[in-house]
Antibody, heavy 114, light 106 residues
Framework: EVKLVESGGGLVLPGASLKLSCIVS????????MRWVRQAPGKGLEFIGE????????NYAPSMKGRFTISRDNAKNTLYLQMSSVRSEDTATYYC???????WGQGVMVTVSS | EIVLTQSPTTMAASPGEKVTLTCRAS?????MHWYQQKSGASPKLWIY???NRASGVPNRFSGSGSGTSYSLTISSMETEDAATYYC?????????FGSGTKLEIK
């Protein structure tokens, strides 16, 4: 059974950094591109970026470039999203997903507030 | 960036009613994908490559379209179909999502 489980969310101060994790199981992680998507409360889905199976290439939505960094550790079956200089607009539920969006995690909430 | 505009934003349908949701792209795309999201849950892939139902999706759902105009149709609305539906394209980078159509049961 394919499973993706995000963690690392919570309440964070504006300007701080935060690293989200997505631990996967049930498939060969190192074979797949992976993606991050976010959803602000009551709003739609927003693509953040994606990473190649070997971690050598990442692509980001233009609005996400610079403050978000996607990485992975294939030995640990884990995908990461490093968020820096967070703002109130980054308050959202963050989802990891397989490349074709056929599998999603349950999401992790990040709240940016002082 | 390709902008996807979904209509209507919200609608309500009665059980048994035929429902059509529309997604228009600001530029031509090769395929459209659709996701269903219920409140408090993760999105689910619903229709991929314009017209293919994802695993487990009832056959009352169908997708069609080409170029800049795509649609998702429910032949006969059921209570369990109440959800928000998002279209999405990745023909052009960056991949983008529509803003969603919230479908309610009357």
């Amino acid at each position: 059974e394919v499973k993706l489980v995000e963690s690392g969310g919570g309440l964070v101060l504006p300007g701080a950094s935060l690293k989200l994790s997505c631990i996967v199981s049930g498939f060969t992680f190192s074979d797949y591109w992976m993606r991050w998507v976010r959803q602000a409360p009551g709003k739609g889905l927003e693509f953040i970026g994606e990473i190649k199976p070997d971690g050598s290439k990442t692509n980001y939505a233009p609005s996400m470039k610079g403050r978000f960094t996607i990485s992975r550790d294939n030995a640990k079956n884990t995908l990461y999203l490093q968020m820096s200089s967070v703002r109130s607009e980054d308050t959202a539920t963050y989802y990891c997903a397989l490349y074709y969006f056929d599998y999603w995690g349950q999401g992790v909430m990040v709240t940016v507030s002082s | 960036e390709i902008v996807l505009t979904q209509s209507p934003t919200t609608m309500a349908a009665s059980p048994g009613e035929k429902v059509t949701l529309t997604c228009r792209a600001s530029s031509s795309v090769s395929y459209m994908h659709w996701y269903q999201q219920k409140s408090g849950a993760s999105p689910k892939l619903w229709i991929y490559d314009t017209s293919n139902r994802a695993s487990g999706v009832p056959n009352r759902f169908s997708g069609s379209g080409s170029g800049t105009s795509y649609s998702l149709t429910i032949s006969s609305m059921e209570t369990e179909d109440a959800a928000t539906y998002y279209c999405q394209q990745w023909s052009s980078n960056p991949l983008t999502f529509g803003s969603g159509t919230k479908l309610e049961i009357k």
